[in-house]
């Protein structure tokens, strides 16, 4: 008994150290369309917490070399919601760029100060896919619209 309730603790704390702040490409691309109550209720439920000095959601249990994973939900000049998750996992990168291979399309390319940006087209939206270095920590960003494309 003792052995099974140690390797059920153990399991658990392994599964909570690799899904702080867990988003789903699916949920992201829905948040577009939120309220911004509803984005609070979304971004607090996926474990971040907002912050007024930065004017985004960070994550509550991640961060790396001074920076937090980060939710940001803002408009666009022509007020179109935009939707920025800043995150550190390779393993998230892939797997956002591995849906959107299989279910969009690429659009552009850029590479400019050994930083990328994958353009792809989603269900009609533009949703950018970025690597940037910042203070030799490489950081992913998923970018996302609510704007639909013709």
């Known amino acids: ?23 789903t490409f699916e949920s992201l691309f829905n948040s577009t ?14 474990g971040y917490s907002y912050d007024t000095n930065r004017n985004a959601f960070l994550c509550d249990e991640s961060f790396k070399d001074g920076a937090h994973m980060q939710l940001i939900r803002s408009k666009s ?12 996992s390779k393993q998230t990168y892939l797997a956002y760029k591995e ?6 399309k690429l659009y552009n390319t850029e590479t ?4 990328l940006s994958l353009k792809y087209i989603y269900d009609s939206h533009l949703v950018i896919l970025q690597t940037k270095t910042f203070d030799s920590t490489t950081l992913y960003l998923i970018t996302l619209s609510s704007e639909k494309l013709n």
Do not use: R
Not at 112 to 115: A, D
């Open 77 to 88: 000049p022509t007020d179109y919601i935009i939707v920025q998750h800043i995150f550190f």
């Open 99 to 104: 849906f959107l291979q299989s279910n969009g």
């Open 112 to 115: 400019e100060n050994n930083e």
């Open 33 to 46: 369309i939120y309220s911004f109550s509803d984005f609070d209720t979304f971004a607090l439920k996926n």
């Open 1 to 23: 008994m003792k052995k099974y309730l140690f390797l059920v603790i153990t399991f658990f704390t392994i599964e909570y150290s690799f899904s702080q702040c867990p988003v």
